[in-house]
């Protein structure tokens, strides 16, 4: 199991509850939602998976074997290198291209070698169809391609699992279905992939194993 979490209690400053008693598992290759409205906790619990934000008491929280409750800071780069993570806003570097935009978490993450990383880029651009674009720069590009990048970026150290706060929700709907699409084929290569939305029409068209947040606990639908 890639995440296990029992009985897990997130709040802010110690004080606001967030969630409660929140019991949540993904495993290899699955595709889970967590939905609910804005503020119901969705990218707060986003936030503890990948070591951001504290878990405050649980009984058990682990990500990729490792014990969230106990984990050390130091520790915490070597877990984001297997974990990819996808926001609404894109985070792409507007100062450099799509190639540099690639090269700078390849440099960052111990890819030392230019024509191992030049090959890497190749990849993952194919496997998001968009071969070609590396010179193009982020304003050059639609929202629809710029998350495509985005979603090439976080393939980029062959992550175990992807995690999408609210991707679509800059997009219009042709451009979630291709998005969505994308997210469909990387969990059919054994990728789990979880995503954050208040779009209940991808439920149906997309399904998954769905969570709800809602009053401060995260219920399995």
Request: charged share 30%; net charge negative; with cysteine.
């Amino acid at each position: 199991m890639l995440i296990d979490y029992k009985n897990v209690n997130i709040s802010h400053d110690d004080e606001e509850v967030v969630l409660k008693d929140v019991d949540f598992g993904v495993n290899p290759g699955e595709f889970v939602y967590i939905i609910g409205k804005v503020g119901s906790g969705k990218s707060s619990l986003l936030r503890t998976i990948y070591g951001e934000m504290e878990i405050d008491t649980a009984d058990k929280a682990e990500v990729l074997e490792r014990d969230m409750l106990k984990i050390r800071r130091k520790e915490i780069q070597a877990l984001r290198r297997e974990i990819g993570v996808i926001f609404q806003d894109f985070k792409l570097l507007t100062d450099r291209n799509v190639r540099k935009n690639l090269e700078f978490v390849l440099k960052a993450t111990g890819w030392n070698n230019k024509d191992d990383r030049a090959q890497r880029i190749s990849e993952v651009l194919k496997q998001v169809q968009m071969e070609g674009m590396e010179d193009r720069m982020p304003h050059e590009l639609s929202g629809g391609e710029q998350q495509r990048i985005a979603i090439a970026r976080s393939l980029l150290n062959s992550p175990k699992m992807i995690l999408a706060d609210e991707p679509t929700g800059n997009l219009d709907s042709e451009t979630t279905e291709q998005i969505m699409n994308v997210f469909k084929e990387i969990s059919a290569s054994g990728t789990a992939v979880v995503i954050t939305t208040h779009n209940m029409s991808l439920l149906e068209k997309y399904p998954g194993t769905v969570y709800q947040c809602e009053g401060n606990k995260m219920i399995k639908q």
